[in-house]
């Protein structure tokens, strides 16, 4: 069965300095990968989306790379800042009906 | 835009009662709503899919019988957990798809404590 690995738990980082989270997935590749952040005692909320045949996503001061080969997408936070501190959780979607697996998330701490 | 609303936020109940949970789109129609399971420090796990008008789907392992589903709408689907017993304790969240785009839209959760 796929698996879906957030292989950091936590993370602690200054604000300002670039945050990068690891998802990487077994056997075949998702049709599409998201990220969502999830505050404490919330539902998440979605951040960005790339697709099997894109190599990069940017949003703001998020980047998001996908790299089949590898089996492994990497999530960037730029000019982190504290208000960014939250799970960070990777979804993978394997099939046409738009069902997600989760990875089990990343904490991201930034310190002032 | 595209909201997702869950009541209640929090129930506490007794073993044996049955609890059910809402879940609205509030500014867009869903023709699909997910039900996630989640425990504390582990990822969200998916418990079925429903589609407006359908029967749910359900993934393996997760009793029908026990998490009753229904999506009488476009914006409203319920979860309703039957005789419930302290393992039933959990986060449970919904999310939206409009069926055009990828992503979901989830509800703020409800924490359900069974004593």
């Known amino acids: 069965s796929q698996k879906i690995e957030q292989n950091s738990e936590a993370l602690n980082i200054q604000e300002g300095k670039t945050a990068t989270l690891t998802c990487n997935y077994t056997n075949y590749s998702p049709a599409y990968l998201q990220w969502y952040r999830q505050d404490p005692g919330r539902g998440p909320v979605f951040l960005l989306l790339?697709?099997?045949?894109?190599k990069e996503k940017r949003k703001e001061r998020l980047k998001v790379t996908f790299d089949t080969t590898l089996k492994q997408s990497l999530f960037h936070i730029t000019a982190s800042q504290p208000a960014d501190s939250a799970t960070y959780l990777c979804a993978c979607s394997f099939s046409n009906d738009y069902k997600l697996s989760f990875g089990a998330g990343t904490t991201v701490t930034v310190r002032a | 835009g595209a909201v997702v609303s869950q009541h209640p936020s929090w129930v506490i109940c007794k073993s044996g009662t049955s609890v059910k949970i809402e879940c609205r789109s509030l500014d867009f129609q869903a023709t699909t709503m997910f039900w996630y399971r989640q425990f504390p420090k582990q990822s969200l796990m998916l418990m079925a899919t429903s589609n407006e008008g359908s029967k749910a789907t359900y993934e393996q392992g997760v009793e029908k019988d026990k998490f009753l589903i229904n999506h009488a709408s476009l914006t409203l689907s319920t979860l309703t957990v039957t005789s419930a017993h302290p393992e039933d304790s959990s986060f449970y969240i919904c999310s939206a798809s409009t069926g055009e785009r990828a992503e979901q839209f989830f509800g703020p959760g409800t924490r359900l404590t069974v004593l």
């Open positions: 790339i697709r099997e045949n894109e």
